[in-house]
């Protein structure tokens, strides 16, 4: 009996990192990009609510999930191009304008999510990847959404570009050294500007799972945070697309906890669990940061680490 | 000898325009940056086809318009004033603490805990004392620590003041939900009730509570310690640059946990006039934003702790008129958010500007 309630809960809490993790591997794929070029976007956790919001509204309007996926994608890269051509001005600091951006972005699409509290949008479809498998837990662990399976292309593709092509050693100097960029005559404000861009694009796109798949509605508290964790989850990952989707699966698993637990009928303690994923987090950034040496992989610009 | 001394009063005088005609670039900027975030907000709200000029008189007359709407505005401006003094002490450091909400919720909820054995057998007076310091010690302790793992252990407070918000807001609904909720109440869950015969009366002859009166006062100390004793010097060094500031041998650690931890007693202590002066107990009404909106309020101010006290009273009206802007003109409630999300992120783009106009220089600067 114990064994079962056991399989139960780690079976859930495997569906459950799957499903909840594509958020952050989204969110923290934009804010590596977004890092490695030396700036620093706190206000992704605005673009992943408004992007949510966007997606939802317009899935309902059109009927078209992958539309309201676009759209949201769209509506990110407009925050980050925001951000970025605003971090661009002497004297303005990006930290503080992603808070602002965190606010702003939040606002909006509680404004502007209002009216589509209520209704029933149309939702992802999901991939059946557990065919082969009797167990009905297991089939329904596996079934995945694309954007999942996305997600782990973008983190290769991304791996492989930041070592091999041209784009990703621009990017990599820009980010190290803004002066030796400038020597080698790249547009530093330009080169930040288009990755705050694609960094919120991605963001858009990870609140549209959201509000689209998992947990698959638009409400205001349908993301506490998951923005600004997956900012600390790219310190963790030291810069590497591919430890970000490790650790991305690690957080989700974290966060699959408290409902993974109440679907085994324990549900005491449900805040107490909630609270792991921002728990885990801090004890994260505390084991893996140390004053006393930088970190390896931190782009040389990154204010954060500075 | 009496002849040198004669040019001294027009030098003061040529000195003093000087310095106020310096100064007043931080005063017109940030006002610049309202007027422009008020109008870009215009155009937001006339391409929604709402009429701006109605909007901006019902924020009026639901915040400044009445003494009933003034009274309203100062109830809300109370826990901004201290919230923001959370965000402003560590900014003279350097350091983004936006945590505050976390600290004002369990300051909060640890007043109405330790209030509730002491109801039955303690007078009023020590047991608001007791509650009050429990509140500033926890708080202090909740954003100090966010100091101690920024200084001692690398960790960029920003991001852990965050975390620990929300770390903060699940302890709470976890007790009120669970251990500690008050078994008598059916609606929400809420901590017992510290009882009407404690809670902290009206300012006479208003609806105000004494938390206004303990913001400004903490405004003010706040103001003579970071301007005027040596501790707020070595605090403005540190926050200058941080590697000059040791190499001074100032003891910085000393410093950023100080200043944390007064902050989080701040935040905390706000909490405390929320429970003790208005809800009476710990629910999730403590849950209200003020940490959020006190990050704008020390921002518009620019850190300065006695230019808290005017825009907190600014914001808090907003704040107040936003269920009337609700109702008359069918907005959602949201539509505040929104209006300081924009200024917010206006008076930022302002920071560019310093410097940049000839008539702030002081003359022959």
């Known amino acids: ?306 | 000898m009496a002849d040198t001394t004669v040019p001294a009063p027009s030098f003061a005088l040529g000195e003093t325009i000087d310095r106020i005609r310096r100064s007043s670039e931080y005063v017109v900027i940030p006002l610049l940056a309202l007027v422009v975030s008020a109008a870009l907000f215009s155009l937001f709200l006339l391409a929604l086809g709402k009429d701006p000029v109605t909007f901006f008189s019902l924020v009026w007359k639901g915040g400044f318009g009445t003494g009933f709407s003034w009274q309203n505005t100062l109830v809300r401006s109370s826990p901004l004033i201290l919230a923001a003094l959370c965000v402003a002490i560590p900014a003279r450091l350097g350091m983004v603490v936006i945590g505050g909400e976390g600290a004002l919720v369990l300051g909060g909820f640890a007043a109405a805990v330790v209030a509730i054995p002491m109801v039955s057998w303690s007078p009023t007076f020590f047991t608001l004392t007791v509650m009050a310091l429990v509140s500033m010690l926890v708080g202090g302790l909740w954003i100090g620590f966010v100091g101690y793992l920024r200084h001692y252990r690398g960790i960029n407070e920003t991001i852990s003041s965050l975390l620990l918000s929300y770390i903060a807001i699940s302890i709470l609904n976890f007790f009120v939900e669970g251990a500690l909720r008050d078994p008598s109440d059916p609606n929400k869950p809420s901590t017992m009730p510290i009882g009407p015969e404690n809670m902290i009366g009206p300012i006479p002859g208003t609806s105000v509570h004494w938390g206004l009166v303990a913001g400004t006062i903490a405004a003010v100390a706040m103001w003579v310690l970071m301007n005027r004793t040596t501790f707020g010097f070595a605090a403005r060094i540190t926050g200058g640059n941080v590697r000059a500031a040791m190499a001074q041998g100032l003891p910085v650690g000393k410093l950023i946990l100080v200043s944390t931890a007064l902050a989080g007693a701040f935040a905390g202590l706000a909490g405390f006039y929320e429970v003790a002066a208005i809800h009476g107990k710990a629910n999730a009404s403590l849950i209200a934003g003020y940490g959020f909106t006190g990050i704008l309020v020390s921002f518009l101010a620019r850190h300065n702790p006695i230019a808290i006290v005017p825009v907190a009273i600014f914001l808090g009206g907003i704040e107040a008129a936003g269920g009337l802007v609700q109702r008359r003109l069918e907005l959602p409630d949201a539509t505040v958010l929104v209006l300081q999300g924009l200024m917010f992120v206006v008076l930022l783009v302002s920071e560019t500007l310093y410097g940049r106009f000839k008539i702030f220089k002081a003359k022959g600067a």
Request: charged share 10%.
């Open chain 1, 1 to 306: 009996m114990e064994d079962v309630g056991l399989s139960t809960v780690l079976l859930a809490m495997l569906a459950g990192a799957i499903r909840v993790s594509t958020p952050f591997l989204f969110v923290a794929l934009g804010e590596c990009l977004t890092e490695k070029s030396g700036r620093i976007n706190l206000g992704l956790e605005g673009t992943l609510v408004f992007g949510a919001m966007a997606a939802y509204a317009i899935s309902f309007e059109t009927g078209s999930p992958w539309l309201g996926v676009l759209v949201a994608g769209f509506a990110g890269m407009a925050f980050g191009a925001m951000h970025g051509a605003i971090c661009r001005l002497k004297g303005v600091n990006d930290i503080a304008i992603g808070i602002a951006m965190m606010l702003f972005g939040t606002g909006l699409a509680f404004f502007f999510g209002k009216a589509y509290i209520q209704p029933v949008a149309p939702r992802l479809p999901s991939v059946e990847l557990g065919f082969w498998t009797d167990n009905p837990h297991l089939a329904k662990a596996l079934e995945v959404n694309p954007l999942f399976l996305i997600g782990i292309a973008l983190a290769v593709a991304m791996w492989w570009a930041f070592k091999n092509t041209r784009i990703g050693l621009v990017v990599r100097t820009t980010g190290d050294s803004a002066p030796a960029a400038l020597a080698l005559g790249i547009n530093v404000d330009l080169v930040r500007f288009l990755a705050t861009s694609a960094g919120g694009f991605l963001a858009g796109v990870g609140g549209a799972f959201l509000s689209l798949y998992y947990p698959g509605s638009w409400t205001e508290g349908l993301s506490s945070g998951q923005g600004l964790m997956a900012v600390a989850l790219v310190i963790f990952a030291r810069w590497n697309p591919l430890a970000c989707f490790g650790a991305a699966l690690l957080f989700g698993a974290a966060g699959a906890l408290g409902p993974a637990l109440q679907s085994v009928g324990i549900t005491r303690g449900y805040h107490f669990f909630n609270a792991a994923p921002y728990a885990m987090t801090l004890v994260i950034m505390i084991l893996s940061i140390s004053p006393k040496r930088s970190l390896k992989g931190a782009p040389g610009e990154l204010s954060i680490t500075k």
